[in-house]
């Protein structure tokens, strides 16, 4: 079997709920040998939240920590400090994502890390960053997604700020924090220094909402923005205005019904009117005429009439499902996609294919599925794995240490560890 990049390399994985933990669980898919920390009462809360079996641990829980050891100890204990002092010793990363001051709390600051191990890599996450007057708050997915501008540009302009299903606060914020992990292993193979890498969800959001910034600095020269809905017949304030299922960049496109939406929730396709394209979307939809119509043949004419376009498009529609007018749009290079629903992408024979999604074997529950590994390399592909039990490691892990059998069972007697 090929060695993974990140075999050798030991990471203590003291995260919590989601954003922590996604950011682990990748390092672990790519060969570090990860392991998580927990409370021996209950260890990572999501073990626990959203079961849809009383006696298992949760679904949110296993898909969040395949491929790690779990080991399940209070390192609020003198003794437990001491156990996290000898991993911090030999670790080359430590990530958190506790509420702000915690780890200060439990005496493992950041001057104590690297006073223990000067070569340690400190991964953090915190819902905001330390210049923020609100780097105290605790912070979950929609609070990051309201407060990084997302939900403010996200809905329709006549309803509230919504946020999304994805898991931009969380799970993003922890994709970024990997980045920043690995910059810094690549960092102290140069300078053999360790260093603290944080990332606040708040920033993480807003990396991903730059192209609203963007329309910000726009909106305040001109006056309006030419691709959202609201031009030309609807009015702008002084903020980016929520833009419905408008196109983010420079091409107009629509989420429209295909057959069956009275029914199916999720009979939908995305259409694209790209600039570039027009003359074949127009033949595409049975509007050639459109081609040379002054009145549809540039952007600029389309744009006041662009409701009007999506509906003469969703007419053509009416007949097709989702997936025949993909089929047949793909031949007019139209970008295109069928809105698939959640059952449908479980269910889809090419993402599993793939190794997107994934099954996985995990004990107790027997299979499950789970989202594999975004990103594919042409000289290795993760071995994904059920997650561990609550302390399912911890002898194992304080024997690699040097406890003896006695040592582990007075822990054990005073409930250190479970
Ligand atoms: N042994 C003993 N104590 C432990 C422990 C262990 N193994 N692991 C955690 N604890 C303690 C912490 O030290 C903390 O104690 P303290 O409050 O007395 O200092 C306590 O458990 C709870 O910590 P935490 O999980 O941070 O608090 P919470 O459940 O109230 O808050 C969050 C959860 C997610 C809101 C908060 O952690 C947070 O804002 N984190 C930063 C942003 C973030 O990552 N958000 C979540 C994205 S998914």
Request: with cysteine; aromatic share 8%; charged share 25%.
């Amino acid at each position: 079997m090929t060695e993974l990049p990140l075999s050798g390399i030991k990471v203590i994985d003291f995260t919590g709920v989601q954003a922590g933990p996604a950011c682990t669980q990748m390092l672990a898919w790519f060969g570090a040998d990860v392991l998580k920390v927990e409370r021996p009462a209950g260890g990572d809360v999501t073990r626990n939240q959203l079961r849809d079996d009383p006696d298992i641990d949760a679904l949110y829980f296993t898909m969040l920590n395949s491929n790690k050891r779990s080991l399940a100890i209070n390192t609020k204990s003198p003794e437990g400090r001491e156990v996290m002092e000898k991993l911090i010793r030999q670790a080359d990363v430590l990530v958190e994502n506790f509420a702000p001051g915690a780890m200060d709390r439990m005496g493992l600051d950041w001057e104590t890390l690297q006073k223990w191990n000067p070569r340690l890599i400190f991964g953090s996450v915190k819902g905001f960053n330390e210049d923020s007057p609100w780097n105290d708050l605790k912070v979950y997915e929609n609070v990051a997604q309201c407060a990084g501008g997302a939900a403010s540009t996200t809905g329709f302009w006549d309803g509230p700020p919504t946020v999304s299903g994805a898991a931009l606060g969380d799970s993003n914020t922890g994709m970024h924090l990997l980045i920043g992990l690995l910059l810094a292993v690549i960092d102290r193979d140069k300078t053999g220094k360790g260093q603290k890498v944080a990332v606040s969800m708040q920033d993480a959001v807003l990396n991903l909402s730059r192209v609203k910034l963007r329309d910000q600095q726009r909106l305040e020269k001109v006056g309006y923005l030419e691709e959202y809905p609201q031009h030309p017949h609807g009015e702008f304030g002084d903020a980016v205005p929520r833009g419905g299922n408008a196109g983010g960049g420079g091409q107009p496109g629509w989420v429209l019904k295909c057959k069956g939406w009275e029914d199916d929730p999720n009979a939908y396709i995305y259409f694209t009117l790209q600039e570039q394209n027009w003359k074949r979307t127009a033949e595409a939809i049975g509007h050639p005429e459109w081609v040379e119509d002054p009145d549809y043949s540039t952007p600029l004419a389309r744009q006041p009439r662009i409701f009007e376009i999506f509906e003469a498009i969703e007419k053509w529609l009416a007949d097709k499902t989702k997936y025949e007018a993909v089929d047949i749009l793909r031949e007019f290079d139209v970008p295109c996609a069928p809105v698939l629903s959640m059952k449908e992408i479980a269910n889809d024979p090419a993402l599993r294919r793939s190794g997107t999604v994934v099954e996985v074997e995990q004990k107790g529950r027997g299979k499950y599925l789970t989202v594999g590994s975004p990103i594919k390399f042409s000289r290795f592909k993760p071995d994904i794995q059920g997650a561990p039990l609550l302390g399912e490691h911890t002898e194992e892990v304080l024997n690699e240490l040097g406890y003896d059998a006695d040592a582990i069972a007075g822990l054990r007697a005073d409930k250190i560890v479970a």
